[in-house]
């Protein structure tokens, strides 16, 4: 019995530790690694130390920085009278974002999810706009809807209808942007959900059609979770592009009228960068960062919390 316990242990296989990287990989990390963490450092880190830096200073951008204020920059910013104005249109873009944009391109990835020449057609068309600069886009729905030269004004007359000045009329700017926005970033989002609708096995879908599942029922209980984790990602990426929309506003209205349509960023380029008060502009970019921070953070654990449950 002895031998045999002797010969039944040396039989069995020596365990080795596993190794998380092997020198093949710690190469191309060595090499590839150093380089993309000093532009992260140099583009990245470094102007956010400087901007919360200049946020405790009462700076115009040149000379030396030496007039400290402490946090009086974050109480300028909290009580100016457009800031409250800048986070309203920007949690407005967040809603519009949510509640219309995603659904509509949900609808249009549904449609569009199958094969064919004509289906490739529309989603070409769909995701043009987004393939367009945003200043591009801005210059363009300006022009249309310039009140006086613009393609509503034409509309209208054809229509023996009196079209408002939307981009100066403080009621109808804001509805205006949103149009702009849900027709430049619809596209994208439809990509994300068509990419997701696809990844789904054809096997699946035609059981269920063979069992009598209608097909909204299909679209609920099968397709909507199988594509979960599209909606996750196309939900975070309007969030957060919501609340750094820059570049549709300042060539479309600029803020205007009477500062009525700035978000969050625009307005620190307006009253920061262009009024030469940095410090007041870092104090506005660090608010944002922290908002941008807090809501990853938020949006994570309430996920975490779906997944658990």
């Excluded at 060595?30 to 140099?42: E, G, K």
């Excluded at 115009?60 to 920059?73: L, M, R």
């Excluded at 006086?148 to 939307?166: H, R």
């Excluded at 029922?217 to 990602?233: D, E, G, T, W, Y």
Aim: glycine letters at 6%; a positive charge; hydrophobic letters at 55%.
């Amino acid at each position: 019995m002895a031998s045999l316990a002797t010969s039944a242990k040396g039989i069995v296989p020596t365990v080795r530790r596993r190794r998380y990287m092997d020198r093949k990989s710690l190469i191309p990390l060595l090499v590839f690694l150093p380089p993309s963490l000093i532009l992260f450092t140099v583009f990245v880190v470094l102007p956010m130390v400087d901007a919360a830096t200049f946020s405790f200073f009462d700076w115009n951008g040149y000379g030396p920085i030496t007039d400290f204020v402490g946090f009086e920059n974050y109480a300028d910013v909290l009580t100016h009278r457009n800031f409250g104005t800048a986070v309203r249109n920007s949690l407005i873009v967040v809603a519009v974002s949510l509640l219309i944009q995603l659904p509509l391109a949900m609808w249009a990835a549904l449609a569009l999810s199958e094969r064919g020449v004509s289906i490739n057609v529309l989603r070409t068309i769909f995701f043009v706009p987004f393939m367009l600069a945003e200043v591009a886009a801005g210059l363009i729905w300006k022009f249309v809807y310039d009140g006086n030269y613009g393609l509503l004004p034409i509309v209208g007359d054809a229509l023996q209808v009196d079209m408002p000045f939307v981009l100066a009329d403080k009621f109808w700017v804001i509805p205006a942007i949103m149009l702009v926005i849900t027709w430049k970033y619809f596209g994208f989002h439809m990509m994300i959900f068509i990419a997701g609708l696809q990844s789904i096995p054809g096997e699946v879908v035609e059981a269920a059609r063979l069992d009598g599942v209608k097909k909204w029922q299909i679209v609920r209980h099968i397709k909507l979770p199988m594509v979960r984790s599209a909606i996750v990602i196309s939900v975070f990426f309007a969030i957060t592009g919501a609340l750094q929309l820059f570049d549709i506003i300042i060539p479309l209205t600029n803020g205007g009228p009477s500062h009525t349509s700035h978000t969050i960023v625009t307005f620190l380029y307006q009253f920061g960068i262009l009024r030469m008060k940095l410090g007041f502009g870092g104090a506005v970019s660090v608010i944002l960062f922290i908002a941008c921070v807090v809501v990853a953070l938020a949006y994570r654990r309430i996920l975490f919390r779906v997944e658990q449950n």
